[in-house]
């Protein structure tokens, strides 16, 4: 079945470190959204990238689209405590337009002062 | 002042108990979904629901129950059947374009 991965699971990093999720889905997805939780909170929507290799950024974040639309990635520059939180990329499940989405496991993020 | 609410925050059930978490939104959305999340896991989908008085299965349905008589609210029960309901339960709701908003979400424990 339809399978959406994100590696790695876990990362520690020291602040002011880069930090890079991958997600890579075993199919071609029509969009990809990512959301963050933060510990204890809920799911929130960060972005939705919809074109072939499209790169969006949102301050230190920046997210990518792979040219098969069937991976994606989130950057965090120079991290901060602030980016402490477990990321998910999502895409569309199936082929139709049922607003389902299938989560990837997420990744989360420890950051140390 | 829009969004998603869920309620309670913190649930306690005794083995055998069937439970109701609530989940209203008012921000007009047509689609609704319940979502489990267990430690260090991400989402599973227990039900959706595209359009009042119409619902479908996800993919770990087996122990839950849902209704959906108002575009705003969508309960979920948890059944005596469910056999480890100790975790926390996300509702979301969307319009068609797939983004999904979460409310705060739930956490259930059986005694």
């Known amino acids: 079945g339809q399978q959406v991965m994100q590696i790695p699971q876990y990362q520690h990093v020291q602040e002011g470190e880069d930090f890079t999720t991958y997600c890579n889905s075993s199919?071609?997805?029509?969009?990809i959204q990512w959301y963050k939780q933060r510990p204890g909170g809920h799911p929130v929507f960060l972005i939705q990238l919809v074109k072939s290799g499209e790169v969006k950024k949102q301050k230190r974040l920046t997210f990518q689209f792979g040219e098969a639309k069937k991976n994606s990635s989130l950057h965090i520059t120079a991290t901060q405590t602030t980016d402490v939180g477990t990321y998910f990329c999502?895409?569309?499940?199936?082929?139709?337009?049922?607003?389902?989405?299938?989560f990837g496991q997420g990744t989360t993020l420890q950051v140390k002062p | 002042d829009g969004g998603i609410t869920q309620s309670p925050k913190y649930l306690f059930r005794k083995e055998g108990q069937n439970v109701t978490l609530s989940c209203e939104q008012n921000?007009?959305?047509?689609?609704m979904y319940w979502y489990r999340q267990d430690p260090g896991q991400g989402l599973r989908l227990i039900y959706y629901s595209q359009i009042v008085n119409d619902f479908q299965k996800g993919d770990i349905a087996e122990g839950y129950s849902v209704s959906r008589e108002k575009k705003e609210s969508f309960p979920l029960t948890v059944t005596s059947a469910q056999k480890n309901p100790t975790a926390f339960y996300l509702c979301?709701?969307?319009?068609?374009?797939?983004?999904?908003?979460f409310g705060p979400g739930t956490r259930l424990t059986v005694l």
């Open positions: 921000l007009n959305h047509d689609a």
């Open positions: 199919t071609t997805l029509s969009n």
């Open positions: 999502a895409g569309p499940r199936g082929s139709s337009n049922t607003g389902k989405l299938i």
């Open positions: 979301a709701s969307s319009r068609r374009t797939d983004t999904q908003y």
